[in-house]
């Protein structure tokens, strides 16, 4: 944990760590007791007294059926964000592991829409599957598909999904090839030589090694899929048809800036930090299992 | 392997170029929707090719903004996204790379809470604590602030742990060596640890560029004045009016524009970015 | 120019182990010390804390007669080569010498002038503008001497410098050292585990184990008359043959001395291939186990034919019983062989049973 040779020094080191401590109590702790606090309280209509309620903003928010459901969407959204993007991102980073001419060019090519930040993924996709200008839409209609993700919750869905995915590529892509190759070349051999062929050498050697970082990912991903789609989504659907893509942080947004129920919004602010703590402290514990580059 | 060499590295190819083109699909749109004509678009007549319409459609995305809504030119945002991307990888590798320092080469009374103080902090996104956050930056006045924009998405502690880890690196004997050679606290961090962490700094100020320029709920909030937009919420705005009143060439140019500088940095320094991923992710 | 005289030296960690436990050494001006002992003797320590990087919680460190208990490592007057050197690897050669003399707000003229003489010697020149990682292990070695060399320091501290190079590459430099030492004429402590580097360097050595002196002294003296059972296996390679004076066999030869003495030490160089027992002296007779031939000289492990118990002073050594004869390389019994060695009575060393203390024959 620390060096065994150190400085001696008694201001300095507290003039060292002042920054960061202050910007940190300031912008982290003192707004998460807030939170906490305020989950704690119903305001009146005028907003001019509060009270002490105990858990009713939680209770509340469990008998909301429109709660539930962001929850299991929220979920829902994850897995599928992350099962997708993740393999598809696999594939590549197994083609691209190969000794291939060119393959840093492939990498390269392949890793950009990391910077692509999620409101312009979500102008995007929603410019190419506009129901009514979109460029893909036009083959999805003559196709006899009645596309319009704008009205229908399902194609919202996916529209959503797809563009998310796409975005996550190239992460779960680079990590995967870093995976990959941190396998040594001889162990594929062994198995060549053991008489698996390739698909089965992929099931039987490949995938088992490569678990440790598919876990990971995996957790990744889904925290991703929490967060960060609420930029796709506030500029795809914001959050329609009806609330039909409403995930748990874009509930968050919505719920404290519109409907002013700070109570409530405290509610979901807490819960959602429980759930990122408890994902975190699962990819904590395997931490020691992670793929070096 | 010998086997079917040749065929397999032919489908690989395939593969690859089959996942650069669904990768590359929708920005190749974005590129083209941005030199074409708004009534075209509109119509849903849009061409698969290039138009003519580049020189016009960019300078007035960057210079004028959309004839529309906001009217806020686009060079503006990308000028506020570029402050408070850099005051944020800035920020954040300066205060981290201190209290790193302090918490490694320094035993001191509640060291350890400190450290766990601001180790907690990984943990949760600004999201989770948005309008909670919100009121203390209104409170302290930092609102339509480039402060208030950074300030908030400084606080959190990858950089302090990478830095930590980093440091735990190197060898003792360096500060040994240097006590022996007369440097003390002060001079041994600026002489010896800063140059040898510039490749970790450097990475990391590749990753929390590209992560602060493309940050969009937090600058949605507090933003309200137009002329403090950032890019990302820009584009946005562009978009909220009715569909038929959308400038879709300038939303579209602004699209470029806004994945221009990040997907820049990636290209360019991919090594360390690539670095830089893999070590903030520990 | 000083001496380094060390007190009653102690250190205590926090938890309670004891790394020192009380070392009264005196090395005098211009003297070459060395501080040998397995690791984990506390030898580091000690000379990290005449260097200052370890607090001293006990007794005093005088270096040129001024207590320097609670002097900084800077100001102590003292230059230091590391294990692993310690270079600066983001400075070139030329700035990892120059680095403490700038530090020190020396006048770069003079900086300058030190940093090419110390490279002169060192066969450094056309390298100043390098990185250390663009160096071999022995240029880097040669640096980190320049770096301690260029101070004029008062004392030169050694922290086992030699022990990353290659053998052929380590003899040289041990003879550069001490070439460079003499010349320069600077008090010096040098740590070290391997008993050939000590001998061949020390004017005094040291001989620590768990914490304490074994002994110290002349590195000659101590070969020929060590103090307990552990500097007599440390020093000397192969060590010294250690066997309990009780067995019959042992016990009728030795005489009077066996009563008071419950070990008896023989070199593995002092024995001669005899029928003959010397008078005095100690014949035994062995089964020959092994034989190894290095050329100049064979070495012959043998068992003695008694259940003689050997008192190990250090485990791991040789298994009870068992022998080890030097003689000339002309001569090699067949494994199996019955021989018979002997020792006269001057190249016995006789210790009390615990082995702590050394008794005249």
Redesign the interface.
């Known amino acids: 944990m620390?060096?065994?040779?150190?400085?001696?020094?008694?201001l300095?080191?507290?003039l060292?760590?002042a920054?960061?401590?202050a910007?940190?109590?300031?912008?982290?702790?003192?707004?998460?007791?807030?939170?906490v606090i305020?989950s704690f309280l119903l305001q009146d209509a005028f907003g001019l007294s509060s009270n002490f309620v105990w858990f009713d903003n939680y209770i509340e928010l469990f008998k909301d059926p429109a709660y539930f459901e962001s929850i299991v969407r929220t979920f829902f959204f994850s897995f599928a964000i992350a099962v997708s993007s993740l393999s598809?991102a696999l594939?590549?980073a197994v083609?691209?592991d190969?000794p291939?001419r060119g393959s840093m060019l492939?990498?390269?090519?392949?890793?950009?829409?990391?910077?692509?930040?999620?409101?312009?993924?979500g102008?995007?996709?929603?410019?190419?599957l506009?129901p009514?200008?979109?460029?893909l839409?036009?083959y999805l209609r003559a196709a006899g598909i009645d596309w319009n993700p704008l009205l229908d919750s399902n194609q919202a869905a996916t529209l959503i999904i797809l563009a998310a995915a796409?975005k996550q590529?190239?992460?779960n892509f680079?990590?995967f090839l870093?995976g990959l190759q941190a396998i040594p070349k001889s162990v594929?051999?062994a198995a060549?030589i053991d008489g698996a062929?390739?698909m089965r050498r992929f099931w039987t050697v490949t995938f088992p090694l490569l678990s440790p970082t598919i876990f990971?990912l995996l957790v990744?991903n889904i925290v991703y899929a929490f967060?960060d789609t609420?930029?796709i989504i506030?500029?795809m659907t914001r959050g329609g048809p009806g609330t039909s893509t409403v995930t748990l942080?874009y509930k968050?947004?919505t719920d404290?800036?519109l409907g002013g129920n700070?109570g409530s919004?405290?509610a979901q602010?807490v819960i959602?930090?429980i759930l990122?703590?408890v994902l975190?402290g699962i990819q904590f514990r395997f931490?020691e299992r992670?793929?070096?580059? | 392997m010998v086997e079917q060499e040749g065929f397999r590295r032919y489908v690989a190819h395939i593969i690859l170029w089959i996942g650069i083109a669904i990768v590359a699909f929708p920005v190749y749109i974005a590129i083209v929707a941005s030199t074409q004509d708004n009534a075209l678009i509109a119509n849903g007549q849009m061409s698969l090719l290039p138009g003519g319409h580049f020189f016009e459609v960019y300078y007035q995305t960057i210079f004028v903004g959309t004839s529309g809504s906001t009217r806020e030119p686009v060079g503006n945002m990308m000028l506020n996204s570029l402050i408070m991307a850099l005051l944020i990888a800035v920020g954040k590798i300066a205060i981290s790379i201190i209290s790193a320092y302090a918490i490694v080469y320094f035993r001191f009374p509640f060291r350890m809470p400190i450290f766990w103080i601001i180790f907690i902090t990984l943990m949760l996104p600004v999201e989770v604590r948005i309008y909670p956050t919100y009121k203390i930056v209104a409170d302290l006045h930092m609102l339509d602030s480039y402060a208030g924009l950074a300030l908030p998405l400084i606080a959190s502690a990858t950089a302090t742990l990478l830095f930590r880890q980093f440091f735990m690196t190197v060898p003792d004997e360096l500060l040994e060596a240097s006590r022996i050679d007369g440097a003390g606290p002060l001079r041994f961090f600026w002489d010896t640890l800063l140059p040898l962490s510039r490749t970790n700094m450097a990475a990391l100020f590749v990753i929390l560029f590209i992560l602060g320029w493309n940050q969009y709920l937090w600058p949605l909030l507090i933003t309200t004045r137009d002329d403090m937009q950032t890019i990302q919420v820009g584009i946005r705005k562009m978009i909220t009016t009715t569909d038929a009143l959308t400038e879709w060439p300038v939303v579209m140019a602004t699209a470029v524009l806004a994945m221009l500088p990040p997907v820049f940095v990636v290209v360019a320094m991919q090594k360390l970015f690539v670095r830089g991923l893999v070590e903030t992710e520990k | 120019m000083a001496n380094v005289t060390l007190r009653n030296v102690r250190k205590t960690y926090t938890g309670g182990f004891e790394a020192i436990k009380g070392v009264n050494v005196d090395v005098g001006d211009g003297q070459f010390c060395v501080l040998v002992g397995p690791s984990g003797c506390g030898k580091s320590t000690l000379l990290r804390m005449v260097a200052g990087l370890e607090t001293v919680t006990g007794g005093e460190i005088d270096i040129g007669g001024k207590v320097v208990n609670q002097v900084e490592p800077a100001d102590r007057d003292i230059a230091m080569v590391f294990q692993n050197y310690a270079l600066y690897p983001h400075m070139s050669v030329f700035n990892n010498m120059a680095y403490g003399l700038r530090n020190r707000r020396m006048p770069e003229a003079e900086i300058k002038t030190r940093v090419e003489e110390a490279a002169r010697v060192l066969e450094l020149t056309s390298m100043l503008e390098r990185k250390p990682r663009q160096l071999s292990g022995g240029q880097r070695q040669r640096v980190a001497m320049g770096r301690a060399i260029v101070r004029q320091p008062k004392v030169f501290l050694f922290d086992e410098p030699l022990s990353n190079l290659d053998a052929k590459l380590r003899i040289s430099m041990r003879v550069e050292i001490r070439k460079l030492q003499r010349r320069l004429n600077v008090t010096s402590i040098y740590v070290t585990h391997d008993q050939l580097e000590a001998m061949t360097l020390a004017d005094i050595l040291v001989v620590m184990n768990g914490g304490q002196v074994e002994q110290v002294g002349n590195p000659l003296a101590i070969y020929e008359k060590p103090a307990t059972t552990f500097v007599a296996s440390f020093i000397g390679a192969p060590p010294m043959n250690l066997m309990s004076t009780h067995p019959d066999e042992i016990k009728s030869q030795l005489g009077g001395a066996a009563s008071q003495a419950g070990i008896l030490g023989i070199r593995p160089e002092d024995f001669v291939m005899t029928d003959q027992t010397p008078s005095g002296g100690v014949a035994l007779s062995l089964t020959v186990e092994a034989v190894e031939r290095v050329g100049a000289e064979t070495f012959v492990y043998g068992s003695r034919a008694q259940d003689a118990q050997r008192i190990a002073a250090t485990p791991g050594e040789l298994p009870p019983g068992e022998v080890i004869v030097r003689i000339p390389g002309t001569e090699a019994p067949a494994i199996g062989a019955k021989i018979r060695v002997a020792a006269v009575r001057n190249k016995l060393h006789l210790f009390s049973s615990d082995g702590r203390t050394r008794l005249e024959a």
């Open positions: 620390q060096k065994q040779a150190i400085f001696q020094s008694k300095l080191p507290y060292l760590v920054p960061q401590l910007v940190v109590l300031i912008f982290f702790y003192w707004p998460a007791l807030q939170a305020q598809f594939l590549l083609m691209a190969k291939l492939y990498r390269t090519l392949l890793i950009w829409p990391y910077a692509v930040a999620p409101p312009v993924v102008v995007l996709w929603i410019f190419m506009h009514s200008l979109g460029v839409a036009r796409w590529i190239s992460y680079l990590f870093a594929f051999e060549a062929r390739p990971f990744v967060f609420f930029g506030d500029t942080v968050v947004y404290g800036l700070l919004s405290a602010s959602l930090m990122v703590i975190t931490v992670k793929v070096t580059y």
